[in-house]
């Protein structure tokens, strides 16, 4: 499959809030359902991307496909990134689109770009324990567990931490 990574651009927010929301949503991933806080974020991808990089993927036919937001050092969107390292968050690919590669360029464009900003140690990403499609993803590009850094944004529920050296 073709798929072309790039910004984000203000007629797609909503709709890639929408393909982020349904991707959590539909996978299971937050705790209090179509309730859980968390949705507001993931939808805010306008505010997103006036404070950090959000990028999309897109087929040739120009169907976004999903998208992710990269957060480069010192951005109010890191959680785990030292002042070093990039970080990346809300990968989401649609339910139609998975399998087709467009998670894996998200992810590797966020690399690419880590690599090309100069300076950065690594890049390094939060992840649910049940995410076991993206681990596999994360564990090709040469991502490994840091499990020292794994963190509880709140009780009893805890992220799993993956960094890639530069």
């Known amino acids: 499959m073709d798929v072309t990574i790039r910004p984000v651009r203000a007629e797609e927010y909503e709709a890639l809030g929408e393909i982020t929301a349904q991707a959590y949503l539909g996978d299971g991933l937050l705790d209090f359902g179509t309730g859980d806080p968390y949705l507001e974020q993931l939808r805010a991808v306008g505010r997103r991307a ?49 399998g087709r590669g467009a998670g894996e360029a998200l992810v590797r464009a966020c690399v690419d770009r880590a690599r090309a900003t100069g300076g950065l140690s690594g890049i390094v990403l939060s992840t649910q324990s049940s995410m076991e499609a993206a681990h596999r993803i994360y564990r090709r590009l040469g991502f490994v567990r840091t499990p020292e850094r794994d963190w509880s944004p709140l009780p009893g529920f805890t992220l799993l931490t993956f960094r890639l050296p530069l």
């Open 50 to 98: 006036a404070e950090a990089l959000v990028l999309a993927a897109v087929d040739a036919g120009g169907e976004l496909l999903g998208g992710v937001t990269y957060v480069a050092p010192g951005s109010p969107w890191a959680d785990v990134a030292g002042p070093d390292e990039a970080e990346f968050r809300m990968l989401a690919v649609s339910g139609t689109a998975r």
